[in-house]
């Protein structure tokens, strides 16, 4: 009875953690479908501009893709009166620039901040104080539309909060590229 209720519960983690991880309440694609949802919170999304890919090293197995993330803000009236910002007026108000690099047989992905390489680790529970939750769905985005196919796909990564293996990229997003 114990074991059931601790798969009940770790299962219901598994799904919450994996709505949150693709930025639910917030609008899956903007502008036509060409910004694509890979993180939001406090009434702000941030978008992969999938017209913004650029393909700056191509020797496989590694690749370097560079991609635009477009901050968007929603109307918190609008939150307020429906509790979701999907359908709000909205604006933009910034972007950045990210690159990453990729190791195909590794599965092994890096991005650049302030000058330097850092490692993206599969087996590690980002949150939103280290600033990396969108990592992981910004690059499948930008890998996604560089080659037209999935970089991660299946692939799974341990959870040391969650105490087991969950997909690094929630099918939600494969589905909003259409792939």
Request: glycine share 8%; aromatic share 16%; charged share 15%.
């Amino acid at each position: 009875m114990q074991t059931t209720l601790k798969i009940i519960f770790l299962s219901a983690v598994m799904i919450l953690t994996s709505a949150v991880a693709f930025a639910e309440p917030y609008p899956t694609t903007l502008d036509n479908g060409n910004w694509v949802c890979v993180d939001g919170g406090m009434g702000v999304g941030k978008y992969a501009d999938r017209s913004s890919v650029v393909a700056e090293f191509y020797s496989p197995p590694n690749y370097r893709i560079a991609i635009d993330i477009i901050y968007v803000t929603f109307s918190d009236d609008y939150w307020r009166n429906h509790q979701t910002y999907i359908g709000s007026p909205y604006k933009v108000s910034g972007s950045q620039t990210l690159h990453f690099r990729y190791h195909w047989g590794r599965k092994a992905l890096s991005y650049l901040q302030n000058g330097t390489w850092l490692d993206w680790d599969i087996n590690h529970d980002y949150s939103h104080a280290e600033g990396a939750p969108l990592i992981p769905y910004a690059a499948e985005v930008a890998f996604v539309s560089a080659y037209n196919m999935k970089f991660f796909g299946d692939t799974t990564g341990y959870s040391p909060v969650l105490k087991g293996y969950r997909r690094v990229i929630d099918e939600n997003l494969y589905r909003a590229l259409d792939i």
